[in-house]
């Protein structure tokens, strides 16, 4: 399961990269989205264990934790979801502003502040 | 005072919220915000008296147990960096209430200001990696806002090309954070900084140490990471720019630090010459970039990407001198640099232009503001009695203690260059003729801009002391282990 989660992460860091090299505003912002969607799931990789089973306790009494996934990198993860979201969410505002005032959406046009 | 810790961040959150719902009765908002914030100063300064003897303190939030509690940590570069975040950004809020004019959506100003406290204040105080991660990314949201302040369209293009750039750092960020987890399972400070060491320099460590490194160095602008700056001090409001300048950009440089001297101590013996590198490539590229700038506040920019250099190159040192160089430079250089755009700010609001050649005759338009500039520009170019000249010379001594020569005399010969575009700045805006007649300015926008220039003259009388205290930062910083204990040891 874990090389599924490295192949993903890849890909998913290879079109980001690709996307944030684009002229358009919005090929950018998904770049950016994706490359946080990279970053989540590598946390979440780092805590995998083994086959990855759950980190739930059946019961009463000791349990031997080796096997389990580690539950803190996916408290982490939430955290670090919610943030990209945010900042996503404001970037796409952002975007749609400039496209409204700049009358373009490409990034090689927005050039005021050069030099 | 260890619950108090969380006041410094608890209470910029709690009076945010207040002030957000405030946001119809300007003066009552403001006197408030101006209440809060001088508080604020009083506790850092009672948390540095607390923390002179050497005694660390830590609050774990939750009171969970030791190394899973998010913990706030309180030893002497923290408390340090928090009366200057305290005394900087109240100063600059005072100075905000009579610089924005009532047509300038001025009600969120403040709450927004004090969501931008919270972040600093945490992070300086965070003890946990991750944590830093996020309040990193409170004081950059906040950040967003404040420097697309008026929303025009130059705000506009400065507030997406700043936030696309963090966005990045921010995802490499968590890139090291994870890396590290994955190699040590923690990401307390005190705990990682154990661990860290039991594993030795193992190349993926000081591949994740580059991360931190590159990260911080967008924060703090070193070289080829500084593009962001000279546009985003020159657009943004002064009194935001002032803070960016005077305490955001040394979040990055206390981050690089705390790595340097907690966290990754061996792995930066690898990675020493890199971060060399960028010191000296900032220094110079900084006192370059002045040169051609027409812009008072890109000229200031540029000046401190070269102040940044000078930090790093302290940090780059890896020696307790250096440390104890690059903390008073921190300290004076907050203060001056603050003071130096506040200064141009109130140059700004009276001949309504940044613009060097139009402003130039300001000695006689404004003779007040003319002299703040004066005192600023000199302590910058490292004139004897003023402090930028002592935050110099440590930095040369530790350099040349140490025996490096070579990169010292770069420093050196930078110096030289620093001294010359001072003078050229100010001998443009204060004499000749330009074009801009100075209007009234009111006495309540003189006060913070005395208040800041005045620490600059004080530390310039006041160098033993000063350079006491950082060496006995230093000195703590060069025990990680005392650090580690009172972590471990936390009630």
């Given amino acids: 399961m874990i090389w599924l989660l490295s192949i993903t992460i890849g890909a998913l860091v290879a079109t980001a990269a690709y ?52 539950p803190l990198p996916q408290a982490m993860v939430l955290t670090a979801i919610v943030i990209s979201f945010a900042i996503t969410a404001f970037l796409l505002v952002l975007a749609l502003n400039i496209y409204q005032r700049f009358k373009t959406d490409d990034i090689d046009r927005l050039r005021r502040l050069m030099g | 005072m260890n619950e108090m810790l969380s006041l410094f961040v608890a209470g910029p959150l709690s009076m945010a919220v207040v002030l957000f719902f405030l946001r119809r009765q300007a003066r009552l908002q403001e006197s408030l915000s101006l209440l809060a914030l001088a508080l604020n100063f009083v506790l850092s300064l009672a948390l ?32 340090t960096m928090l009366c ?34 919270m972040g600093i204040q945490g992070s300086f105080a965070t003890g946990d990696i991750f ?10 949201m906040a950040t967003y806002a404040l420097l697309g302040f008026y929303y025009n369209l130059d705000q506009l293009e400065m507030a997406f090309k700043y936030t696309c750039i963090n966005l990045i750092a921010a995802a490499f960020f968590l890139a090291g954070v994870t890396l590290l987890y994955a190699q040590v399972g923690t990401v307390n400070m005190a705990d990682l900084s154990v661990k860290v060491r039991q594993l030795g320099p193992t190349p993926l460590l000081v591949t994740t140490a580059l991360v931190f490194l590159f990260v911080f160095s967008v ?16 657009i943004s409001p002064t009194p935001v720019s002032a ?39 900032t220094i110079g590229f900084g006192a370059l970039g002045t040169l051609p700038q027409r812009n008072l506040k890109r000229v200031l920019a540029y000046s401190t990407i070269n102040q940044l250099g000078h930090i790093a190159f302290g940090i780059a040192l890896l020696s307790p001198l250096g440390w104890a160089a690059a903390v008073f430079y921190v300290v004076t250089h907050a203060f001056l640099k603050s003071s130096l755009l506040l200064g141009a700010g109130l140059s700004q609001k009276l001949t309504g232009t940044v613009n060097l050649d139009e402003m130039g005759g300001l000695m006689t338009k404004a003779p007040f503001a003319s002299t703040f500039l004066l ?27 140490q025996g490096a020569y070579a990169a010292t005399g770069t420093v050196l010969a930078a110096g030289l260059l620093s001294l010359y575009y001072n003078f050229a700045t100010y001998q443009r805006l204060a004499w000749g003729g330009g074009g801009a007649e100075a209007g009234p300015a009111s006495p309540a926008m003189y006060a913070p801009v005395a208040f800041l220039a005045a620490f600059a003259v004080i530390f310039g009388l006041g160098v033993p002391w000063l350079y006491e205290w950082s060496q006995l930062v230093a000195a703590q910083l060069a025990a990680p282990d005392l650090y580690v204990a009172a972590m471990r040891s936390a009630m």
């Fill in chain 1, 19 to 70: 996307l944030i090299m684009q002229r358009r505003l919005i090929q950018l912002v998904l770049g950016l989205s994706l490359l946080s969607h990279a970053t989540n799931l590598m946390i979440v990789a780092s805590g995998w264990v083994g086959d990855g089973r759950s980190p739930i306790v059946p019961g009463p009494g000791r349990v031997d934790p080796t096997g389990y996934v580690d």
């Fill in chain 2, 131 to 140: 944590n830093l991660f996020v309040f990193f990314e409170v004081m950059l």
């Fill in chain 2, 84 to 117: 200057l975040t305290a005394a900087v950004v109240g100063a600059c809020a005072a100075f905000a209430t009579s610089y924005l004019d009532e047509s300038e959506r001025r009600e969120v100003f403040h709450p927004l200001l004090h969501f931008l406290l």
């Fill in chain 2, 243 to 281: 803070i960016l300048a005077g305490i955001m950009v040394k979040v990055g440089m206390y981050a690089i630090l705390r790595c340097a001297t907690l966290i990754f101590p061996d792995s930066f013996q690898h990675i020493q010459a890199i971060l060399m590198t960028l010191a000296l490539v």
């Fill in chain 2, 375 to 401: 005192v600023g520009f000199l302590s910058l170019a490292g004139i004897p009695p003023l402090a930028g000249f002592f935050s110099k010379l440590f930095l040369l001594q530790a350099g040349f203690v």
């Fill in chain 2, 219 to 234: 924060k703090g602008a070193l070289f080829p990471m500084h593009l962001w700056l000279p546009s985003a001090h020159s």
């Fill in chain 2, 48 to 79: 540095l008296r607390e923390v002179a003897g050497g005694e660390i303190f830590v609050h774990r939030m939750g009171f969970w147990p030791f190394p899973y509690a998010i913990m706030l940590v309180a030893d002497r570069l923290t408390a």
